[in-house]
Nanobody, 125 residues
Framework: QVQLVESGGGLVQAGGSLRLSCAGSGRSLGGYAMAWFRQAPGKEREFVAGMSRSGLSATHADSVKGRFTISRDNAKITVYLQMNGLKSEDTAVYYC??????????????????WGQGTQVTVSS
């Protein structure tokens, strides 16, 4: 098992940037396909971005494409979500997720076995 810990959330003005980090409790995340999801108040959890186990393939939701980028460090210890051009509609709790069930990127939250506790991102307009 792996415990995921997110950090980097906060309050930012519209148009600003934040970088979220997801660490795997001191162990490598190299054996996992990873993803970021978010959940706004009163809404369902939605896929934001995902990366395959190899790190060679990344997918982003249309709503964030061109603004957000998922990446991982060379040691595969940390996964990042760089968020630029933030909008008020990006306000949500952001969750990091991991799975060994598939080497590919999945947009379905049910495919992920491990979840972080979430980090709040608030964008003021």
């Amino acid at each position: 098992q792996v415990q995921l810990v997110e950090s980097g959330g906060g309050l930012v003005q519209a148009g600003g940037s934040l970088r979220l980090s997801c660490a795997g409790s001191g162990r490598s995340l190299g054996g996992y396909a990873m993803a970021w999801f978010r959940q706004a108040p009163g809404k369902e959890r939605e896929f934001v971005a995902g990366m395959s186990r190899s790190g060679l393939s990344a997918t982003h939701a249309d709503s964030v494409k061109g603004r957000f980028t998922i990446s991982r460090d060379n040691a595969k210890i940390t996964v990042y979500l760089q968020m630029n051009g933030l909008k008020s509609e990006d306000t949500a709790v952001y969750y990091c997720a991991a799975t060994t069930g598939t080497p590919y990127t999945s947009r379905r939250s049910s495919d992920y076995d491990y979840w972080g506790q979430g980090t709040q991102v608030t964008v003021s307009s």
